[in-house]
């Protein structure tokens, strides 16, 4: 295994190791609680008395709760802007608890994703079998946490955070190959938040971020993998849509390391995110790096998460991908995919 290739996996799989140990410790930060920071006490009880009088039947308390508590963040000419002040009260209200594991990214079980035409020539190169096949339809997930590392810094206007998330493509139908797991990919990341409160044209500015992200499938040549990107991230919101503006730099490496020169072709400098709540429906889309290229290559990915009944702790998820870059393997494969499955938490 050569010197660099040492380093990416390790450095993922050590930075991953590194992250997720927070997730069994008490994380303390200055002087600060979460009942600092929640709102009062008194109207948010008013608040919930008023709306189980208007709920609906399968509301539950936590969902009422939280909608009250979220209400007391922003301002009365503005309660239309909901979205984000939910998560953001409940990312809040549990950053200083315990134990307790907080979404970054969506997290997702793909149950069937079936890709029209599967990527062979890595895997015939990897393995010296130049007549192995893929199949078309596998499962795929994305596990993606993050924890405080230091947060209510400079009189509650600025957290730091790390994260780490994997997303694994499962060959979990293909007998031939033992049902082995096609590709994986790691996503430490570490950023800086601001909480932001400027409007234009009714569009509320509610957080921007500035961090550092390294990506790699953590494999030997000649399919190895990763790239390292210093990024900034915009959020917006006006009423149920949120979208986001996410530029990114490229750290260079030495040409003789570099397995992936050419990366930046296919995945960009950056993506646009926009998502839209329905109800309890949530439909989203990603864009990267079609604009600069011309529509020739870059990426679009659609996600719908729905409620299955009246089951508030899972919901029905359905994943839509054309383009390049679906994984690090693939960043120079164009591929259609779509899948069907479950998300425990969503992008909303």
Request: net charge negative; charged share 20%.
């Amino acid at each position: 295994m050569r010197l660099r290739n040492k380093i990416s996996y390790y450095g993922a799989l050590g930075a991953g190791i590194f992250l997720t140990a927070f997730l069994g410790g008490v994380i303390y930060h200055g002087t600060a609680t979460a009942a600092d920071s929640a709102p009062d006490k008194t109207a948010v009880q008013d608040c919930l008395l008023r709306a189980l009088e208007t709920a609906p039947v399968n509301a539950t308390i936590d969902e009422l709760r939280t909608q009250c508590q979220a209400e007391k963040l922003i301002d009365n000419d503005n309660k239309e802007d909901s979205l984000l002040a939910t998560r953001i009260y409940t990312d809040d209200a549990n950053v200083l608890r315990p134990y307790t594991l907080m979404a970054h990214r969506p997290n997702y079980f793909l149950v069937a994703s079936y890709n029209s035409d599967p990527n062979t020539d890595p895997w015939r190169e990897g393995s010296g079998d130049y007549n192995l096949d893929l199949d078309n339809i596998e499962a795929q997930f994305q596990v993606s946490i993050k924890v405080p590392l230091a947060v209510e810094l400079f009189n509650n206007k600025m957290d730091v955070f790390g994260a780490y998330t994997v997303r694994s493509y499962w060959q979990m139908y293909n007998k031939d190959l033992s049902a082995v797991f096609r590709e994986t990919n790691h996503s430490p990341e570490v950023w800086t938040q601001f909480h932001s409160n400027w409007s234009f044209w009714g569009i509320k500015n509610t957080l921007n971020a500035f961090g550092f992200i390294h990506q790699s499938n953590g494999r030997n040549e000649p399919i190895s993998r990763s790239w390292n990107r210093i990024f900034a991230s915009f959020v917006f919101e006006k009423g149920n849509l949120v979208f986001s503006i996410k530029p990114w730099y490229r750290v260079p490496e030495d040409s003789e390391d570099d397995n992936n020169s050419d990366i930046t072709d296919y995945m960009g400098h950056g993506e646009f995110v926009a998502a839209y709540k329905w109800h309890r429906n949530t439909v989203a889309v990603m864009t990267r790096n079609n604009l600069e290229s011309g529509f020739d290559k870059g990426a679009v990915e659609a996600t719908w998460s729905f409620p299955l009944g009246n089951y508030t702790y899972l919901k029905g998820y359905v994943q839509g991908f054309t383009g390049y870059g679906q994984s690090m393997i693939d960043y120079d494969s164009n591929e259609t995919s779509i899948g069907i499955g479950f998300a425990m938490t969503d992008i909303l």
